[in-house]
């Protein structure tokens, strides 16, 4: 089975900037179903958010798991890499 995640990320219309950290960041993981034909399911919110809220970050997958790389923590840059196992 393939999935597509979507993880953190923020809302949109806020500076990401801003401090304290924005309402907009995100700390929600959600996923879908890839069918073999390339249509999604329906995204579903994961039970395991991020730790903390993260924008600009990017994704890899190795063998069962996934590695997100935060990109940014509110003002800050960021060095955080969380990774999870997927199935």
């Known amino acids: 089975t393939r999935f597509l995640y979507a993880i953190g990320g923020d809302k949109g219309g806020g500076s990401q ?7 907009s ?6 996923f879908a179903e890839v069918a073999n034909d390339g249509t999604l399911s329906e995204f579903t ?12 970050g990017g994704s890899t ?4 798991f996934i590695y997100y790389v ?5 003002s800050e840059v ?7 196992q997927v199935s």
């Open 45 to 56: 919110l994961s039970r395991y958010p991020l730790p903390t809220p993260c924008v600009f």
């Open 70 to 74: 935060c990109g940014a923590v509110g």
């Open 25 to 30: 960041d995100l700390t929600e993981v959600e």
């Open 78 to 84: 960021s060095t955080r890499v969380y990774r999870a």
């Open 17 to 23: 900037y801003s401090t304290p950290l924005p309402s």
């Open 61 to 64: 997958t190795v063998s069962s």
